[in-house]
């Protein structure tokens, strides 16, 4: 083959990984959006901070964890209860089944450790440097007596310490324990979401029939299969300039509230609301615009799905021979199910990589092709 021909073959089988990579994300973020799982890693990254890491990995381990159903005790018996139980991170909850927020900002969570340390009886104007640091002296949250774990204890002593009792500077310390904390969950859930993609891709992959090694073997074989591919792919690119920005920004618009963790922590109306009201009623309110949004974003995520599923992946089955149904046993024998099996398990691994990784790679191979189209050009009027 010709290097034109192999950068073509290349061309179609990324082409390929992209729209199925873009409808495995879709997939997996439908998941995330109906079983929370920013909330329980979220949970998971809390639990750490202030349980000592009891029972960690018999709770949080586990994909599992991800697909079980949580809720806040009635009767708080541990330090993470009694957070969860404050008033500003319970009705943070999307709803009755997700009932723990996806998302709190560091001001929120250094407000809510110094509300539990320093109590609820006092009135405007108290001092309250001596009842945090008569909680931290007794090892006991002041709101509800329960016992702060050791090392938990053992940390924020040596934190109220270095601020030399100072509030403010112990306010700081307590936030960025809280950064360095998401830092670490953020990439907890990066891991999470590899593991679902692989096994969404290898669904994927088996239902559509998208076999890897018979998508070469078909580009190889068909000039004008290779073309039409190509044709697809960079009509594609054309209408799709900034694919990732686009699709940020979708899910953005659908979503605010539930970004994981930001740097910037450009905190959205909901919770810049959320640390001014004081009424219940108002904060219900909330919590039923959020349940609201939570219905839009799994009503957007499906149609974004089912319009990919129905234009360019359709087209694209259309030409490859692809698509449910196109799989059969009885053609090809037991050779032919052992080079599907493997062709799917090449997508699936394929597939967990991102649409954004196969999106670039996209653009740089087509790139690449239109410079060897230029070159060939211009060789070819030289030897006129």
């Keep these: 083959m010709t290097n034109l021909i192999v950068l073509d073959v290349v061309i179609g089988l990324v082409f390929v990984y992209l729209l199925y990579s873009m409808l495995a994300t879709i997939l997996q973020e439908l998941l995330a959006t109906w079983f929370s799982f920013r909330s329980k890693l979220l949970e998971r990254a ?34 993470i209860d009694v957070f969860y139980n404050h008033p500003m991170i319970k009705y943070l909850g999307e ?79 307590l936030e960025q324990w809280f950064d360095d904390t998401m830092e670490r969950c953020t990439g907890w859930y990066k891991r999470h979401t590899q593991y679902i993609l692989l096994v969404i891709g290898l669904l994927i992959a088996i239902v559509f029939n998208v076999d890897t090694i018979a998508i070469v073997g078909k580009l190889e074989k068909d000039p004008k299969l290779r073309d039409a591919v190509v044709q697809q792919a960079e009509s594609f690119t054309k209408a799709h300039p900034n694919l990732y920005q686009e699709r940020v920004r979708d899910l953005n618009d659908n979503r605010k509230y539930a970004i994981l963790y930001t740097k910037k922590d450009s905190t959205t109306i909901i919770y810049s609301k959320i640390d001014s009201l004081a009424h219940k009623n108002k904060l219900d309110s909330i919590a039923r615009a959020k349940n609201d949004s939570l219905l839009k974003r799994g009503k957007m995520l499906t149609h974004k799905a089912d319009s990919l599923v129905n234009g360019d992946i359709t087209k694209m089955n259309g030409q490859m021979g692809m698509g449910i149904g196109t799989f059969s046993f009885k053609d090809g024998g037991w050779k032919k199910v052992v080079s599907s099996i493997f062709g799917w398990l090449i997508t699936a691994l394929a597939l967990s990589l991102g649409a954004p990784f196969w999106y670039d790679l996209l653009n740089k191979f087509m790139k690449l092709r239109s410079s060897i189209g230029t070159s060939g050009n211009s060789k070819g009027k030289e030897k006129r």
């Design 46 to 79: 809390i639990f750490r901070m202030l349980e000592d890491g009891h029972d960690f990995d018999k709770r949080f381990s586990s994909l599992k964890a991800l697909f079980k159903r949580t809720r806040s005790p009635d009767t708080p018996k541990t330090p």
């Design 95 to 173: 709803d009755k089944y997700n009932s723990k927020p996806s998302y709190i900002t560091r001001q929120t969570f250094s407000k809510v450790m110094i509300d539990l340390l320093r109590g609820d009886e006092l009135k405007t104007g108290d001092d309250i440097k001596p009842l945090i640091e008569n909680s931290i002296n007794n090892g006991k949250l002041a709101t509800s007596g329960v016992k702060i774990e050791d090392e938990t204890l053992q940390f924020i002593r040596s934190v109220w310490i270095d601020a030399q009792g100072d509030v403010d500077a112990f306010r700081k310390s």
